[in-house]
């Protein structure tokens, strides 16, 4: 599979994530965000709430995009992005100082014939802080395999948490789009003006460059598809 399909079927995933998402969030889990409205409506008690639970499922390895999504609906763009990025820098501490102090054996075992480990470790050995940043601000590479997988390397805690400010670039994009759920849905059903419409396709087309665009940036910088 050449390297051009790979990019852009890893591109088109992530949009139709995206697309899927809202489709969920709006159909068979709608009874469920409904409930979640919970967290947003208990003040600092449901922020906080809504803060251990992103750092259970990262323990858990789950998908960080939805709770990233969620967030977006729930807390509206700029509360979902900051609530997105706290819960992701706490959910990227515990298993990284985990993996460090206790699993280092076992994760490693599972994670041997990854190339991407191999290649983060190269990258870490030769500049820690830009391969931390690099990687955080990629949607195409899973959240919870780099807490993990950063145990394992000589990265140090300085380069990863300042590093790990490169989540806010994904934490935007996924709140955006949460926060923009709910008008999509209505003007699907009821329709909306041009200008609209206009605003969302250049938002969709937006989005498509920066994931295509950091992907590129990221690779060029970190040989994550090495396979040698």
């Known amino acids: ?56 499922l990262a323990l858990l390895v789950a998908p960080a995009s939805f709770h990233k999504f969620v967030s977006g609906i729930l807390f509206g763009f700029w509360g979902g992005w900051i609530i997105a990025f706290v819960g992701a820098c706490l959910g990227a501490i515990l298993p990284f100082w985990l993996t460090k102090k206790y699993i280092h054996g076992s994760v490693e075992k599972r994670m041997q014939n990854k190339p991407t480990l191999r290649a983060m470790k190269k990258a870490v050995s030769e500049d820690g802080l830009r391969c931390v940043f690099l990687t955080r601000t990629s949607l195409v590479i899973p959240y919870p395999v780099l807490n993990y997988g950063f145990g394992l390397t000589d990265v140090t805690w300085r380069d990863y948490l300042l590093g790990s400010v490169g989540m806010l670039v994904p934490g935007a994009l996924y709140a955006y789009w949460g926060s923009q759920a709910a008008d999509l849905s209505v003007a699907m059903n009821e329709g909306r003006d041009w200008t609209y419409w206009t605003a969302i396709i250049a938002s969709i087309i937006v989005t498509i460059w920066v994931i295509a665009y950091l992907r590129k940036l990221t690779l060029a910088n970190i040989a994550l598809e090495e396979t040698n």
């Open 1 to 56: 599979m050449s390297k051009k399909l790979v990019a852009s079927l890893s591109v088109a995933g992530v949009v139709g994530g995206i697309a899927f998402t809202i489709f969920l969030t709006q159909t068979l889990l709608a009874p469920l965000i409904e409930k979640a409205y919970w967290f947003p409506e208990n003040g600092a008690l449901g922020i906080a709430a809504w803060l251990l639970l992103y750092v259970i």
